[in-house]
């Protein structure tokens, strides 16, 4: 029923496709309504999101740093899930562009007396709002109520698909340290079948023309990944590499990022304790120094210290985790300033109708 | 009306319990078969009305063994009246409706009760389905014997699996002596681990948890040789792996006392749909993407999967056609997808998108229809689903050529569930006749015992 010719892939392209690609994709590319992953995001919309961080990031280290950008536009941000960090930066996000910030959590909402995520959507809707920051356990729930909303929709993490906006600092940190993205080495050590960042940091860092490599548990891979492979296009990843062990992927990388593994992995079989998992994947000096000298240690947070990363190279030089939080704040801005700039509104198409 | 007689004249009789296809004419008087006789001239049936079939199939009206009426219990979704409906306009004159409604159809009297509510209300025919245990909870056998004497033609806890190895094999052992299959939905559910649509490169890149295929295929593999141990009728629903068919395969050479059914969906649609496009890979995931109406259990599998069972189904490994007609509210759709109930609504839909594997050359018109009619009423048993002279006259026509748009609100079903919303399909059934009377005519749409409760529209 569909032509294989037909499938295509968001893998790594080479520098000069993406050359090619870049202004052409973009000049086909409707203005932006929504963020819901970085796969439908041309290289040149994430160079121009990371380029307007890069004045967002000076503004949010002013001293009296409010601005009037999105004055008189209202953010909600929805999560249905625990998170103070990502919210935190939402928040902040938006208030220092002078946007109205309200906060709605699932416990503080009527979600919790049975009311359908369709009916909140749509009441949401009613109180016409300018974005909708969702964080949320199912994976594709943005997508669902960006069908329901006029609202820009921005996806604080769904499920075990993506989280775009912890990619898009991630890329804004390490383009800082390193200038251009294309042929640096990624190595992404931790749970890829469940986490979020780790699908979104593949799609966004192979989609600049990064080569990145992941190691984990063969338990935490999807069943149609192998270890000791490189994924086809046909998977969505391609290029992906799948190292044997954590030394491989670690050795030469530009970037080393490690992420939280859970409790639940152990509980849910996918592991036999936290503490083989330290041993074998945990990120430390030892394993540091297989990296380039000056490579970076990253972790989207919250670190458990002592299982997926050692105190001592959390805090040790090589590490930007402080830097990622701080530049999270001034990459959310910038999202939230394109999604929500001044005549954007779909309220202004109301009031168009009804003067016509 | 029921003295009425009928010549369905000119159209190509296909009735596999026969052998016959040939262009032939069916006499009906007193709501049997007549006869089929050698195509005469209109003319020639002066005491008869004339439904003129020329250019049309004719064939024994279609059984389906695997039906969700929601009654009683969820009739927000479906009723005995419109789920009958809805299978009178998708040509099924005969539906099988499984136990999984509210109470249980665990004991005579919820049998007996939905029983004589289709017999009253009900457009076509129904035979219940009685339960494998009691509130099909997977830990005591249902009265299975006072179900059978109530009437039910099989057992099954549909959408539980029996996942207690013992119960399946005291549920078999104890079935022999009523000659009733047991229908086991096999999934292990431990190995599905959650999942909520088909494992593998959809799955992944949509982030939903998958389902392996070999969760289905471990416990067909158990339930097979539970059936061996039995000497009892085992009956699989909806097969749809490779791996469970390679298991059917050896059985039935060994000579277990199986037989298999495959769904529509899982013949025609694999788990590209789940990303929203009909079956087209986008470059990138889009809003369109999880498509609730694709969320189905078993889940719709990988390309190769579908191709092996549309070659099983040809070949008669599998014997027969299912709907698994699955009808569910808005409510249970409009949402995300893994809140999304399972199921797909098939009857109305069924015969068509499966006739595109006939205009894909990869099955026969005979063999489609034989899935459809001789082959489920062999595994009930009954005088259904062929032409005989003495037979109930239950005819279903069909336009080979009719190209028609699903628009499922035009659905005599309650609800609207299903992916092919907006799918152009070729094939369609234009007259559903059962016990001699015509049940569903689509030229004058709404007919008969279909003034109630039809949606404005329906039909036309």
Same mark, same amino acid.
């Given at each position: ?96 562009? #002078? ?59 769904? #499920? ?71 994924? #086809? ?71 458990? $210290? ?43 198409? %109301? ?6 | ?13 296909? %009735? ?61 979704? $479906? ?97 022999? $002596? ?44 158990? %339930?097979?040789?539970?059936? %061996? ?206 016990? #001699? ?24």
């Amino acid at each position: 029923m569909t032509n294989p010719t037909t499938v295509a892939t968001t893998g790594a392209k080479s520098e000069e496709e993406t050359a090619q690609l870049a202004p052409k994709e973009n000049a086909a590319l409707p203005p932006r309504q929504h963020l819901l992953d970085l796969d439908d995001l041309s290289v040149a919309e994430i160079t121009d999101l990371l380029d307007s961080a890069e004045g967002m990031l000076e503004i949010a280290g002013r001293d009296n740093r409010k601005t009037p950008a999105l004055r008189g536009k209202t953010i909600i941000t929805m999560f249905f899930e625990n998170s103070t960090r990502t919210r935190v930066s939402f928040e902040q996000a938006g208030k220092i562009l #002078g946007a109205d910030v309200i906060n709605v959590t699932a416990s503080a909402s009527s979600v919790s007396k049975g009311e359908s995520l369709l009916n909140t959507v749509k009441t949401l809707q009613a109180m016409q709002i300018d974005a909708l920051v969702v964080r949320h356990p199912h994976s594709g729930a943005p997508y669902f109520i960006s069908n329901h909303t006029d609202a820009s929709v921005v996806n604080a993490g769904d #499920g075990t698909h993506a989280h775009p906006t912890q990619s898009l600092l991630d890329l804004f940190t390490v383009r800082s340290h390193v200038g251009e993205l294309a042929g640096k080495k990624i190595a992404i050590v931790g749970d890829v079948l469940y986490s979020r960042v780790a699908r979104s940091n593949i799609i966004a860092f192979q989609k600049m023309g990064a080569e990145v490599t992941v190691s984990c548990p063969n338990t935490l891979i999807p069943d149609e990944w192998q270890l000791g492979s490189t994924l #086809g296009e046909e998977t969505g990843f391609g290029g992906l590499k799948l190292a044997r062990n954590v030394d491989e992927a670690v050795d030469s990388a530009d970037v080393v990022m490690a992420l939280r593994i859970q409790q639940e992995r152990q509980e849910a079989g996918h592991l036999p304790s936290l503490r083989e998992y330290s041993e074998r994947w945990g990120i430390n000096s030892q394993r540091m120094a297989l990296a380039n000298d000056d490579a970076l240690l990253m972790h989207p947070g919250p670190m458990n $210290e002592g299982v997926e990363i050692s105190s001592e190279v959390a805090h040790g030089a090589q590490s930007v985790v402080e830097e990622q939080v701080r530049n999270g704040v001034a990459v959310r801005m910038a999202v939230l300033y394109t999604l929500c700039a001044p005549g954007k509104s779909s309220r202004l198409a %109301d009031s168009d109708e009804a003067q016509s | 009306m029921a003295a009425r007689k009928l010549a369905i004249t000119g159209g190509r009789v296909i %009735d596999p319990a026969q052998g016959i296809d040939r262009v032939a004419d069916v006499l009906i008087s007193n709501g049997k078969i007549v006869e089929v006789t050698e195509n005469s001239s209109v003319t020639g049936y002066a005491d008869y009305e004339v439904i003129d079939a020329s250019g049309k199939i004719v064939a024994p009206g279609f059984v389906d063994l695997h039906t969700h009426l929601r009654d009683p219990g969820q009739e927000w979704k $479906e009723t005995i009246v419109t789920g009958t409906q809805a299978a009178a306009y998708g040509g099924f004159t005969t539906i099988c409706a499984m136990p999984n409604t509210d109470p249980v159809q665990d004991s005579a009297a919820v049998v007996e009760d939905v029983m004589r509510r289709a017999a009253a209300d009900g457009v076509v025919r129904v035979l219940p389905i009685g339960a494998i245990s009691v509130g099909q909870h997977g830990k005591q056998l249902a009265p299975m014997g006072e179900l059978a004497d109530a009437g039910v033609i099989g057992f099954s806890d549909d959408g539980n699996p029996i996942a207690d190895a013992n119960l399946m094999r005291q549920a078999l052992k104890y079935s022999v $002596e009523l000659g009733l299959p047991i229908i086991n939905h096999a999934e292990d559910k431990k190995i599905g681990a959650g999942g909520v649509m088909s494992a593998g490169l959809v799955a992944t890149r949509l982030g939903l948890a998958g389902v392996p295929a070999e969760a289905e295929t471990a416990m067909v593999a158990r %339930d097979l040789q539970l059936a %061996d141990l039995t000497k009892a009728r085992l009956h699989i629903p909806h097969i749809s792996t490779i791996g469970s068919l390679v298991a059917l395969r050896s059985a039935k050479e060994c000579g277990v006392n199986v037989t298999a059914e495959v769904t529509p969906h899982h013949l025609t649609l694999n788990d590209e749909w789940v990303f929203g496009l009909k079956g087209e890979i986008p470059a990138q995931v889009g809003s369109e993407a999880y498509d609730t109406n694709t969320k189905v259990n078993p889940p719709l599998r990988s390309r190769s999967d579908v191709e092996a069972v549309i070659e099983a189904l040809s070949e008669g490994l599998i014997d027969i056609i299912a709907t698994d007609h699955a009808p569910h509210a808005a409510t249970d759709k409009v949402c995300t997808y893994n809140e999304a109930a399972h199921g797909i609504n098939v009857l109305e839909t069924a015969f068509a998108s499966v006739f595109a594997l006939v205009d894909a050359g990869k099955i026969s018109v005979g063999r489609l229809i034989e899935s459809l009619t001789a082959g489920p009423a062999a595994i009930l048993g009954r005088d259904l689903g062929s032409l005989k002279k003495g037979f109930s006259a239950d005819v279903t026509i069909i336009d080979p050529g009719s190209q028609w748009l699903v628009i499922p609100e035009e659905f005599a079903s309650k609800s609207v569930n299903t992916p092919l919303r907006g799918v152009e399909l070729t094939g369609r059934v234009v007259t559903t006749i059962y016990q #001699g009377e015509t049940v569903f005519d689509l030229q004058s749409g709404a007919i008969g015992t279909f003034s109630e409760g039809v949606k404005a529209g329906a039909g036309q």
